[in-house]
């Protein structure tokens, strides 16, 4: 089985990505894996800092294993925008395969310090770190960044960062957009293109919900080999919610509406994970 960073230097090869699905409970790591399943394709499960925080990192790393472990798919565990070090180091340890630590708000050098740090203590036990470069727009978890603060990656910055701290993937503000987007994304091809003939490192797409396959297409096949999608399967969950709600009035049956729930997440998935599969070179 390949690791964490051959999957995604695979996919980058092929011109294909790998899809990188929030989580936030037992529902929706069973759907995402369902979709993986249904598609016969590796998948990520990405972890935000309040999930861990929230389930504990002992205990939702006991989890993830738990429910991985029989999946006939490669699934692996992501730890997304965590700017805690020690956080990121207790992640590792737990069993996560690859933990991204988010040092975009700070000095590059701080940036390529931190980082550093992150991938020695990672790579002595086998993790993989993505690094982020520039300011993502919008609201995810925790994290947020105005439209008017919002700044697209540095070329010559991203390639110090690779070279200097030793990650093992980027993730470079492009002008995607965490959360919803409001109009058409602008998003920087020239830049991307770029930094693909730059580093040989793959790219990571933040803000994966809501860009057209035509988009997707063109950054896949730039090098972009994993996406990250979030707000599609939050939106998922909570619009089978109402849903359901109203179409059952006065149903009280947990277990249907998790069948449920677990339908509409994995069709979410599945929508994506077909489109990043469709560039694939044979």
Known sequence: MRSYIEELCHAKRHASALGAFNVFNGLSVRAVIAAATELDTPVILQTSVPTVRQFGVERLGAMLKLMTRDAPVHVMIHLDHCRDIELAKACVDA????????????PLEENIANCRIIASYAHAKGVQVEGELGHIAGTEDSLSVAE???????????????????????????????GTYRGEPHINFPLVEQLAAALDIPLVIHGGTGLSEAVFARLIQNGAAKVNVATALRHAYFSGIQAYLSDNPGQEDPAALDQFLSSRIQAAAAE????????ALP
């Open 95 to 106: 069993g996560w395969n690859s933990v991204m630590y988010d040092g975009s708000m700070l």
């Open 272 to 279: 994506h994970m077909r489109i990043f599969q469709a560039a």
């Open 148 to 178: 008017a603060d919002a700044a697209d990656a540095d070329l010559d910055a991203s390639i110090r960062l690779v070279r200097e701290s030793g990650i093992d993937s980027l993730a470079p503000a492009i002008g995607t957009v965490h």
